[in-house]
């Protein structure tokens, strides 16, 4: 391996010293995702980059992974860091791309209904831009503000329009990826060819990186609605708001956006922000589409929703929370952050599911909230979150929360998102006898696991010694169990949160 | 599909010494056609030869035991076969001797054309008789059999109180297998046939069942898509068993709706108009005089445009409204046709033979604003060619739509090879437009495109390493 100075001589040369960061500082910011990791989490990776690298064409990001062929230092791309299982932190230091200076619009084809973009721009950059121009994206990722177009891409990503749009694959012509050997492929034809002509694009949907960097994308557009009208609706619990969310499905429905919401997200929001709704178990529906149209649907959803024992909530409510859809997880100023557990789970149990995530919670002494929103006509995505105190030296012991979570999702025929360093072990219980197909993929195109390596089949620690260079994935489950269980035996609830204390006592 | 086999044989020829003089596109040909004043007799008899051995499955354990037959792990006396079977399925697939097998799936009907390169020695498996179909007891999902008809499905959803949200633009009896396996034309207005595709349940190369995606839900964040990226070549990697179909609530009120339009110009904007109506629109579909006839009885105007809308029973109304104003321009309109999918299975079958004695080459993905330009060549290139011309098509709310070229001639490979390359020529022609014929993989050269091929055939060597489903072939 070339020595570290050599290293960062060879990257500087490729893209200037200012693009191009090795202080402690930088490197710590680099070091973890939105989830707040322990720092115990140290002894077993080496979370902090050698250097980080911030490219701005793709050129460049090409010449930077051919680097490593000279130095021997893994890459770790990195979108806007908005992850929450590690998929873009480093386990081996090496060398992060930090994808956000190749943040622009490149150009939007109205007859073809198209924008092409830069892999780090934010999806809500590319919203605006083209809602100036008539158009609308059809699905956008939940954190769309923080999110970039190459980061949603790699996580699989969720969001708002899947019911009514498709889902982001769908969304997506055309990638530019650059290849672990550095070189540049285009994953479909110019034109638009439907799947076939040997269209690779989806292989690179939740691929989380380590199959190569995604640098470029063209995505599709629709038409921008003519109204959209955000309505909400309080429950009496909030199992009540998932049988809702199927009602809508099931009469037929198809909003842009429906979400349920529990009150204690509200009380958390509450310390935060004056202007928040009263704490209530809700649900968000947005609908779409001409006067006529947005009249009838909420019509239909009025009568859905009566039936489940909901009450309409003045316009403002609704309002006020679609103008924040974006900013969702405001509760991570009231602690030490807050670790999210995505799932997708059947629709047809999503009553169960809030309730069960509900539990667990609480069973687990912890601060959360819990939230679904609908996917598509069979799937709806469950995504409670847990506030952490890593002040105490049980902090840690949080995430114990999504190994739970990720469990109760598979027994109800679902499945955690996401693998990254924390969730890798859940790869075989999620393909089983399909694994070696994925690992396969994974030879084909990085075959010296050079991107992102150590991260989905196996999992990297930062030893060189032989025993100890990676530990079996289910090393990590038992892990996580252990901060489950320790979790569970603690007496008490964290007492940080005094805003949420105080409320629960009122 | 046979599609990576027929690409890597080609691939593989044209580096054959006596054969690199021969130029790529005349060499294709000549394999497509079994030219035998080109190519060496040991060629010809490779490319003539059929899979000695046809079974019929009836359940999934039968291929993975097949599979283990092949690899060598089990002995042929573990298929159960009496002494006449055993001894023809011996000597056929000449087990014993240094060769290897290979097993492929056989269609249940190609729209377009059979591969290039047929299984040299192996086993093909037919799946009519396995064709079971199962909802979700309380959710918007189904598991259908590979040899399960598509009609089946969509009247069986139907009476359950689903809707099959894709149907076939061009209407013939296919099996939901056919779309993995074959190329059945399933699509919506939303999108294609993968989209409605949840899982695959396989039985792997090492004869496992190993399901790709998941049943219940969406496969998002669970590392690479491989499900969505090899659907249309997943017989290559797996044999696929059972489709796990994302279905969606029977509207409260369907509607069709026909518009007739005599002048192409015309129909080319108000498809385009109509592809940005918003949800509410299950299919569009679109056919010239020719296919119109063949399809309904009575006149056929130039083009017509039919509507398929499911949405609220207070909503119909309005819809049908916004698609009126969208399609303006149309000569008449007829707003109490039946929808053609709900007719009775023996009706629809009907149709289907009809339609399928035209000769297809394949699909043409074209922008709606260049739909009549297209149309107006391909009539053109039909009647120098000799062969009568329609079209079959759907429209997306991408805005392009899907067309199916159909010629009246005789269905022998040579005139195949001939209107595919027709097509393709007129396809150049046009702005934005993609023939994704089968041969169009074996003609097309662009780097890219190769690269793409070149990693999805590495992906197969390393996912069936044990050369069983669809065996590549040298020359």
Request: glycine share 10%; charged share 25%; net charge positive.
């Amino acid at each position: 391996m070339a020595s570290l100075d050599y290293a960062y001589r060879r990257l500087v040369n490729t893209l200037g010293p200012e693009r191009v960061a090795r202080s402690e500082f930088e490197r710590m910011v680099y070091s973890h995702d939105f989830a707040s990791l322990p720092k115990i989490a140290l002894l077993q990776w080496r979370l902090y980059p050698d250097f980080v690298a911030l490219p701005q064409t793709t050129e460049e990001v090409s010449g930077v992974v051919k680097l490593s062929d000279e130095s021997l230092l893994q890459i770790t791309p990195r979108g806007g860091g908005t992850g929450w299982c590690g998929g873009s932190v480093p386990n081996r230091g090496g060398v992060l791309i930090d994808m956000r200076k190749m943040n622009h619009i490149l150009g939007i084809d109205p007859d073809g209904r198209t924008v092409a973009v830069e892999a780090g721009v934010s999806w809500k950059e590319v919203e605006d831009f083209v809602e100036a121009k008539g158009f609308a994206l059809p699905h956008v990722p939940l954190n769309a503000i923080g999110s970039t177009v190459g980061g949603a891409i790699n996580s699989g990503s969720t969001g708002f329009g899947g019911l009514r749009g498709g889902s982001l694959r769908d969304a997506v012509a055309n990638l530019d990826v650059v290849l672990p050997d550095g070189s540049l492929l285009k994953t479909a034809s110019g034109a638009d060819a439907g799947g076939a002509l040997a269209d690779l694009t989806p292989l690179f949907f939740g691929a989380e990186g380590t199959l190569g960097i995604v640098t470029k994308a063209v995505l599709r557009l629709i038409p921008k609605p003519e109204l959209t009208r955000p309505l909400t609706y309080s429950f009496p619990e909030l199992p009540a708001a998932g049988r809702f969310l199927k009602a809508i499905v099931d009469a037929g429905l198809t909003p842009y956006h429906a979400a349920a919401v529990d009150r204690d997200h509200f009380v958390f929001e509450r310390a935060l922000r004056s202007d928040t709704p009263e704490p209530v178990d809700l649900a968000l529906v947005a609908v779409q589409g001409s006067k006529d149209e947005v009249a009838d649907q909420e019509k239909a959803l009025d009568a859905l929703a009566s039936k489940e024992g909901g009450a309409k909530l003045p316009p403002a409510v609704g309002d006020g929370l679609w103008r924040e859809r974006h900013n969702n997880y405001g509760a991570r100023r009231l602690s030490r952050g807050l670790m999210i557990s995505y799932n997708l789970v059947p629709l047809r149990r999503l009553p169960e599911a809030v309730e069960t995530a509900a539990r667990i919670r609480d069973k687990l002494k912890l601060n959360g909230s819990v939230q679904a929103h609908l996917v598509d006509s069979t799937t709806a995505a469950l995504n409670p979150y847990v506030l952490m105190d890593d002040t105490r030296p049980s902090g840690g012991t949080a995430l114990g929360f999504v190994k739970r979570m990720g469990d109760a999702a598979f027994k109800m025929d679902g499945h955690p998102m996401g693998l990254g360093l924390f969730l890798v072990f859940n790869l075989r219980k999620m393909h089983g006898n399909a694994t070696s197909a994925y690992s396969a993929v994974k030879g084909v195109l990085d075959p010296r696991k050079k991107i992102n390596g150590g991260k989905t089949f196996e999992v990297w620690t930062k030893y060189p010694w032989p025993g100890l260079r990676a530990i079996p994935p289910p090393g990590m489950a038992i892990g996580l169990e252990v901060a489950a269980i320790l979790r569970r035996a603690k007496p008490t609830r964290d007492r940080f949160v005094r805003a949420y204390e105080h409320s629960k006592e009122g | 599909m046979g599609l990576l086999k027929d690409w890597d044989y080609v691939e593989q020829a044209v580096r054959i010494p006596a054969l690199a003089e021969v130029i790529r596109e005349a060499l294709i040909r000549a394999l497509f056609v079994r030219d035998d004043r080109v190519l060496p007799a040991s060629i010809i008899g490779d490319l003539n030869r059929l899979p000695p051995v046809t079974v019929k499955v009836k359940e999934d354990g039968e291929v993975r035991k097949l599979i283990r037959v092949l690899n060598g792990e089990e002995s042929t006396v573990s298929l159960g076969l009496n002494a006449e079977d055993y001894h023809f399925f011996r000597t056929q697939l000449g087990v014993g001797r240094t060769r290897e097998f290979g097993l492929t799936m056989r269609p249940r009907v190609l729209l377009t054309y059979d591969w290039i390169v047929p299984e040299q020695r192996g086993v093909q498996l037919d799946f009519t008789a396995y064709a079971g179909v199962e909802f979700a007891e309380d959710g918007h999902r189904a598991i259908a059999q590979v040899g399960a008809l598509w009609k089946r499905l969509y009247d069986d959803a139907l009476a359950a109180g689903h809707l099959v949200p894709f149907v076939p633009t061009v209407p013939l009896d296919f099996a939901i297998g056919d779309a993995v396996c074959g190329d059945a034309p399933f699509g919506s207005f939303r999108g294609g046939f993968a989209s409605y595709v949840n899982a695959l349940r396989t039985i792997s190369p090492y004869g496992h069942r190993a399901r790709i995606g998941f049943e219940e839900v969406a496969n998002n964040g669970t590392a690479y898509d491989l499900l969505h990226a090899s659907i249309p070549l997943a017989s290559e990697f797996f044999v696929p068993v059972a489709v796990a179909l994302r279905l969606e609530a029977k509207p409260g009120a369907r509607k069709t709706l026909t518009y007739a339009f005599d002048d192409p110009a015309k129909v080319s904007i108000a498809l385009d108009k109509v592809s940005r109506v918003g949800p509410g629109i299950q299919w569009v579909h679109l056919t010239d005089a020719v296919a119109a006839k063949t399809l309904r009885p009575g006149p056929a105007e130039a083009f017509a445009v039919q509507v398929s809308l499911g949405t609220t029973a207070t909503g119909i109304a309005a819809k049908e409204k916004v698609v009126d104003a969208a399609l303006a321009g149309f000569k008449a309109k007829t707003a109490d046709a039946p929808n053609p999918f709900d007719a009775p299975a023996e009706a629809y079958r009907k149709t289907a033979e009809a339609v399928a004695r035209a000769l297809f080459v394949g699909e043409v993905r074209i922008p709606a604003k260049s739909f009549g330009d297209f149309a107006g060549k391909v009539r053109a290139f039909g009647d120098q060619s000799a062969a009568k011309a329609g079209i079959y098509g759907s429209l997306g709310s991408t805005g392009i739509v899907s067309a199916f070229p159909s010629f009246s001639a005789p269905k022998d490979r040579i005139k195949v090879y001939d209107l595919s390359k027709g097509v393709r020529a007129i396809v150049a022609r046009i702005p934005g437009a993609a023939f994704t014929g089968r041969l169009t993989h074996l003609w097309e050269e662009e780097p890219n495109f190769l690269r793409r091929m070149a990693l999805w055939r590495e992906m197969k060597l390393q996912i069936d390493a044990a050369h069983v489903v669809q065996p590549l072939v040298a020359p």
